[in-house]
């Protein structure tokens, strides 16, 4: 079958998804990628993979594309981020938990249009079905009548369910009211293009961001939980699956998304909960050399040396437990 037509030789249904990074992350996005497509199980759909990131090098893109060449319903696009505000430009420079491409996300109404949906995605993210389920979640029942059309992930205690300094931050920058609002984790977003253009959203949560540059903590997170006029949808409970409160039973039949959350990432530490998951997919990629590289100089300009001598090697030997038992047949 000829590469972007279905049995019936019709055009493809087109999914489109969008991923907001920095060159720092393009080892894990090029990991969650290729668990994304190796889990995309829809023959009659093409898989537009949207990019939008504006630093990425020549050997960043290739890391990508290798991870994704192998997939036919697959399509990588490199999108320009839009232009940011002054205020907002260099923001992460002096906050570092995040990086200004995070901001993008408040902007991808602008680069897609008006018309169909997008799903926004995060790349500290494996997956254990197909990520197209993300496009056939209707907006008919919007809570509230809201009118931004838009889903997110889980309800629950958002950042203030993170380490006692993060809430102690956020008990410093936020009042009352405010934290009751932040439950919402933008791991996940559904936009409805079109009815997000026609309220008028974007420019709204812009402004808003701008006035409150200043105690962003989790930045388009914090923009999307306090500047929405009514709450949003939210995913049904157990699509998104956070590894930090995941217990080692099995996921819901119904999970999607494995999502590391916090800022204990398992590129960097093989012990946090659910690494083996990551390790899994960045095997199944054939990344093991990339990351071994990538991960001695990351950890050599992160780490103090005997940390990074430390993590390596138990990187290393989790990584060899994990190959051994797949071999074997293991989860």
Known sequence: MAAGLTNAGEAPRVLRFAFCFDRAYALPAAVSLHSLM????????????????????????????????GFANARLVYREPPALPARLRGLAARKSHYSDALFSKLLLPRIFGDEGRVVALDVDTVYCADAARFHDFS??????????????GWRGEGPLAGRAKKVRRYFREYSPEERRRMTLNAGVIIY?????????????????????????????QDVFNLALDAPPEVLPWGVCRYAPLATDAPPSPDAVQLH??????????????LADCWFAALASAGLVEDWQ???????????????????????????????????????
């Open 139 to 152: 907006f008919a029942g919007c809570v509230g009548g809201a009118p931004e059309p838009m889903y997110f």
């Open 192 to 220: 409805d293009l079109g009815k997000i253009a026609a309220c008028g959203a974007v420019g709204k949560w812009v402004e808003f961001a701008l006035a409150n540059a200043r105690r962003l903590l989790l930045p388009e």
């Open 38 to 69: 190796a889990h995309a199980t829809r023959r009659d759909a093409l898989y537009e993979l949207n990019i939008v990131a504006g630093d990425l090098d020549d050997a960043s893109r290739r890391l990508l594309e290798r991870a994704t060449g």
């Open 260 to 273: 590391y959350t916090t800022k204990i990432k398992p590129w960097f530490d093989p012990t946090c909960r």
């Open 293 to 331: 590289k990538w991960y001695a100089i990351a950890a050599r300009d992160i780490y103090r040396a005997h940390w990074a001598k430390t993590l390596f090697a138990v990187s290393c030997g989790r990584l060899r437990f994990i190959l051994k038992r797949a071999a074997k047949g293991g989860r």
